[in-house]
């Protein structure tokens, strides 16, 4: 018993580990580029020159824009766009990692994929889009889809919960509102859903 809880408490330090590394690095890049960079560094986005780092997020339909699908979950544009995702990238994120850390890579990396190839093919052409919301969805469409995937007790409890605290956030996927990427949104929750159906195990396991 002792030696089980020393593994859940070791495992538990290295999730908090991860998702503060994550989380502090969001605010320190958008700390030194409110503060300093925008004043000091320009870039080439595809559609001109534009200062700061933010230009490195995805331009749709510009070669150069697909370099966003790496760098955009890390940029926000502003103070409050960052504390608005780091309260559900902390818990959804928590969410995902819960059973295996490897889940969580898994799940960041096709959310921050899908979610980027898809924004940047059917996105306007000329708009930044930047943030870690993409990625956000894309856990919420992990966790909201697992239970269905996986049929057991434990992962349809979690769907259940996010349906009945997060649901709300499945309006995001519409286009609602012009300074929202509801596409980094939609395909970054259908992203979610590809590993949910990936990462669930095959009938010949359960």
């Given at each position: 018993?002792?030696?089980?809880?020393?593994?859940?408490?070791?495992?538990?330090?290295?999730q908090v580990k991860i998702l503060a590394a994550l989380v502090a690095a969001f605010w320190i890049i958008v700390i030194l580029n409110e503060v300093v960079l925008e004043r000091i560094l320009v870039i080439a986005n595809g559609c001109g020159l534009s200062r700061g780092l933010n230009a490195l997020?995805?331009?749709?339909?510009?070669?150069?824009?697909?370099?966003?699908?790496?760098?955009?979950p890390f940029l926000h544009g502003s103070f409050y766009h960052v504390a608005a995702n780091t309260a559900p990238f902390i818990v959804l994120g928590w969410l995902v990692m819960l059973r295996n850390i490897n889940d969580f890579y898994f799940v960041?990396?096709?959310?921050?994929?899908?979610?980027?190839?898809?924004t940047?093919?059917?996105?306007?052409?000329?708009?930044?889009?930047?943030?870690?919301s993409g990625v956000i969805?894309?856990?919420?469409?992990?966790?909201?889809?697992?239970g269905y995937f996986e049929r057991s007790f434990v992962a349809i409890?979690?769907?259940?919960?996010?349906?009945?605290?997060?649901?709300?956030l499945i309006w995001g996927v519409l286009p609602t509102q012009s300074?929202?990427?509801?596409?980094?949104?939609?395909?970054?929750?259908?992203g979610g859903i590809i590993a949910a159906k990936f990462l669930s195990p095959s009938k010949s396991d359960q």
């Open positions: 018993m002792k030696q089980k809880m020393q593994t859940i408490s070791e495992k538990l330090k290295t997020g995805i331009v749709p339909h510009s070669f150069i824009g697909l370099r966003g699908i790496l760098f955009a960041s990396v096709i959310a921050a994929v899908v979610g980027g190839l898809g940047w093919l059917v996105g306007r052409p000329c708009s930044v889009h930047i943030g870690a969805f894309g856990y919420f469409g992990y966790l909201l889809f697992r409890g979690i769907s259940i919960a996010i349906a009945l605290t997060y649901g709300g300074y929202i990427s509801w596409e980094g949104h939609l395909f970054g929750f259908i």
